[in-house]
């Protein structure tokens, strides 16, 4: 069932993934880098608050009702939500060292990778 629930909601945070992005190629007739951000920050707005809610008690969701929607919605739509997520998680577990490390090395070895692999495709390609 969880599995399903992953499914079911990865589809639907891809679909508002794209909408996002067809809004923009409308309206600015480009999407970049406007559909990214806006989709990093809502994303990062809504995991946060549902987070909050969770941890305060006053939202209460099932394991698998949690799924759909961190996993499956916020992870089709953005997974920057949860790698800032994660960063909150670290920093207010008073783990700040490991917080900043996770933001400046997963930022930095990203461009690498994106870089790198770009680089191969142009030079292999």
Do not use: K
Not at 45 to 74: C, D, K, N, P
Not at 108 to 115: E, N, P, Q, S, T
């Amino acid at each position: 069932m969880i599995w399903l629930a992953v499914a079911a909601g990865g589809a639907l945070g891809s679909l508002a993934r794209h909408e996002v992005n067809v809004f923009f190629g409308h309206v600015l007739e480009r999407s970049v880098p406007y559909a990214t951000a806006t989709v990093n920050l809502l994303g990062s707005m809504a995991i946060g608050l549902l987070a909050g809610l969770l941890a305060t008690g006053r939202l209460h969701m099932s394991t698998e009702m949690r799924t759909f929607v961190f996993v499956g919605i916020l992870g089709g739509f953005t997974t920057f939500s949860s790698y800032m997520l994660d960063t909150l998680t670290l920093g207010h577990a008073g783990e700040h060292a490991l917080a900043f490390w996770n933001v400046a090395l997963q930022t930095a070895l990203g461009l690498v990778a994106v870089w790198g692999a770009y680089r191969a495709a142009i030079v292999l390609g």
